[in-house]
């Protein structure tokens, strides 16, 4: 349920939730990320990793090089204009989260927040 409000936020741009949170891990690393790297902080697990970043780089949300060092790491990155895609969902995204649970209050947020965080923990 709290991830349709979500969804219809994210069509404004385009983007599933899981683009969005790709997007998001990489806005938070600007050095850019391996692919695996990507796939371990995601929130929900996609099997084909590779091919949401082809995606996501078939639209010019983020690019992929290869480093001249170890030529078998390839690091990915978001563009301006991924940044600029996060840059207008992050206004409405905020205000859906608000709609949605800021009716609970700082002392109930914390609980859950809590709560999840161990069923997150328990599950790996």
């Not at 899981?18 to 995601?42: D, F, H, K, S, W």
């Amino acid at each position: 349920m709290l991830s349709r409000g979500l969804v219809q936020v994210l069509k404004t741009e385009d983007l599933s939730p899981t683009q969005y949170n790709v997007l998001r891990i990489l806005r938070g690393a600007p050095e850019g990320l391996p692919c695996g790297e990507i796939a371990n902080r995601m929130i929900t697990r996609d099997p084909d990793v590779t091919r949401l970043l082809d995606r996501l780089e078939k639209r010019g949300l983020i690019s992929r090089c290869r480093e001249t060092e170890d030529r078998r790491m390839v690091l990915t990155r978001i563009t301006p204009d991924g940044l600029k895609a996060l840059g207008r969902l992050d206004l409405p995204v905020r205000q859906a989260h608000t709609w949605q649970l800021g009716h609970l209050g700082r002392k109930r947020l914390q609980a859950l927040t809590e709560l999840l965080d161990l069923c997150r923990r328990k599950i790996g």
